[in-house]
């Protein structure tokens, strides 16, 4: 109860802004939740991260016009290790393992006007590449990618191209959607 009374206020407080509330353990996922949600026009967000314990499963929820996945990866070794808290987020997905997040962000955008894709497995650039792999499996296209990450990533080399002068770089959001409001 206390946990959705501070959830609460702090809805309260950034009404005027456009809300998403990222939670992690697996309580959270049931249908009162994804209502109360829905009802307050706050985005759900979508996560991957080791399965542990009680820890959320992959979902595939929109509770607002806005659609949001939030990749941390899946280092099982270090997810609970205070002194190398860093160290959680060292994970490189492999191809397959981003097929499920493929199909479940291509059903969020079917319901969402606009979809984000975002990868927080930061250590050494691999949310950039897993960025960018999942772009290239969304769009079917080839996508461009600075040198050092083609370099440090040669598998990269099979759907990117690398970053030339004056070409925009890879950029959020993975996928948009825009449908009349």
Not at 56 to 67: D, K, M, N, R, W
Not at 147 to 159: D, G, N, R, T, V
Request: hydrophobic content about 35%; proline content about 7%; some cysteine.
């Amino acid at each position: 109860a206390l946990n959705r009374e501070y959830l609460e206020t702090l809805l309260r407080q950034f009404i005027e802004y456009p809300r998403v509330v990222e939670v992690r353990h697996s309580t959270w996922d049931n249908p009162e939740t994804i209502a109360y949600f829905a009802e307050r026009n706050v985005s759900f967000c979508n996560i991957d991260q080791p399965q542990l314990g009680h820890s959320l499963e992959p979902t595939a929820h929109v509770t607002s016009s806005i659609g949001y996945v939030r990749l941390h990866g899946r280092n099982y070794d270090q997810w609970f290790e205070p002194e190398k808290s860093s160290d959680r987020y060292n994970y490189l997905y492999k191809a397959n393992e981003l097929v499920g997040w493929k199909e479940r962000v291509q059903t969020i955008a079917k319901e969402a006007k606009v979809t984000f894709v975002i990868t927080n497995n930061h250590f050494e650039a691999k949310a950039g590449a897993n960025g960018l792999q999942l772009k290239h499996m969304l769009t079917g296209r080839r996508v461009v990618a600075p040198e050092s990450l083609l370099e440090h990533y040669p598998e990269l080399k099979a759907i990117a191209d690398p970053l030339g002068e004056g070409q925009p770089p890879a950029s959020l959001p993975l996928l948009r959607n825009e449908r009349p409001a």
